[in-house]
């Protein structure tokens, strides 16, 4: 099982400046790097300082010429965002600038936020059916002198530049949860990302069984790879693994506030939850999180990854997004590379 890398910037106040972020997120891409991790993910999000990445390709092309061997993921654009001919000459210029390290992930979106200021109107349905005509159409645009005629987008041939340096194109992962979409995924040739978000390792085992139902029903379609993506800690001691208990618990009642589109925001602010607010998400209590997330000391976690490597998960994304401070996320990170990847083979 090959491990990556999934990270945003992201603040939940002005304490820090996006300068800062920026440096941070850098100095953990290149920590990853020398560790041994496969691929740096960073996905797509709007004008919100829960998570800062405005168009993934920027951070990917700066981390190119920062890094020398680790993939760079977008993970994941979210399609309904973009018009298929300028997502592929954008991945295209990525994929050069990289020297062919690019893989490109694409999702719907889940954001009802989002989908209200940049398309009014817009549901995860319809944000879904936007996904099914881009990804062929994307797939056809790499092969140059493509026209396409559809419901949401319409033009004469053209060919997208530059082209990627990967033939026929870069890796095409699919975000994928509900089986229609893990049946896209796999008949259209994507590797697949799942999450479990916080639901627990029956969440995991049954994204697996998906996926396997999936690949069943296209024999004809080789097997595509399949990613996990987990929030991850790595403590030194219990009062450490305590510590990012609190900050994961924290930061999943700021995402469920976010994803419901019930607070209100100001400044790219979501309000500030009170401790009164917590009351409100048994859910990601203390003990939920400890026991839903891969959180512990390094033998814990060991153990919780060999059953996700038994499943058959080719790829573990480490999530970094926690609400944690750099050098709590950083020293994680480095107890990781050295305490847990080395019991596993990941080449």
């Known amino acids: 099982m090959k491990f990556s890398l999934f990270l945003h910037m992201e603040r939940y106040d002005t304490k820090t400046s996006h300068r800062e972020l920026f440096d941070q997120m850098t100095e953990l891409v290149q920590l990853a790097e020398r560790g041994g991790f496969e691929t740096a993910w960073i996905g797509e999000h709007h004008a919100m300082e829960f998570t800062i990445a405005p168009n993934p390709f920027v951070n990917l092309s700066y981390l190119a010429a920062k890094t020398d061997k680790i993939r760079l993921g977008t993970g994941t654009v979210i399609a309904p965002f973009w018009h298929p001919i300028a997502l592929a000459g954008e991945a295209g210029m990525v994929d050069v600038a990289s020297n062919g390290r690019l893989d490109i992930g694409i999702a719907r979106g889940a954001y009802s936020f989002e989908y209200e200021r940049l398309l009014p109107g817009l549901d995860a349905m319809s944000a879904g059916a936007r996904m099914r005509e881009l990804v062929p159409a994307l797939r056809k645009l790499f092969k140059g002198d493509y ?14 530049v530059p082209r990627p340096i990967q033939q026929p194109y870069p890796p095409l992962w699919l975000a994928a949860r509900d089986p229609s979409s893990h049946a896209f995924a796999v008949a259209n040739g994507c590797n697949v990302q799942v999450t479990s978000l916080a639901a627990g390792d029956a969440e995991v085992a049954s994204l697996m069984e998906r996926f396997n139902a999936a690949c069943a029903a296209h024999p004809d ?13 790595v403590g030194e001691d219990a009062a450490e693994v305590d510590a990012g208990v609190e900050d994961l618990a924290r ?17 790219g602010f979501i309000e500030q939850l009170t401790e009164a607010d917590v009351d409100m998400f048994p859910q990601y209590s203390a003990e939920s999180i400890r026991k ?13 990854l060999k059953s996700y490597e038994e499943l058959g998960y080719d790829q573990y994304s480490f999530w970094l997004d926690s609400h944690m401070s750099f050098e709590r996320k950083k020293k994680s990170l480095q107890l990781f590379i050295d305490k847990v990847m080395p019991a596993f083979q990941t080449r």
Do not use: C
């Open 221 to 233: 379609v080789p097997r595509p790879q399949v990613m996990m993506l987990m929030h991850t800690f």
């Open 251 to 267: 930061f999943y009642r700021y995402f469920s506030k976010w994803f419901k589109n019930e607070r209100p925001v100001e400044q």
């Open 147 to 160: 026209a396409h005629q559809g419901e949401f987008w319409s033009w004469p041939s053209t060919t997208p």
């Open 292 to 304: 839903n997330l891969v959180i512990g000391q390094a033998a814990d976690v060991i153990a919780r």
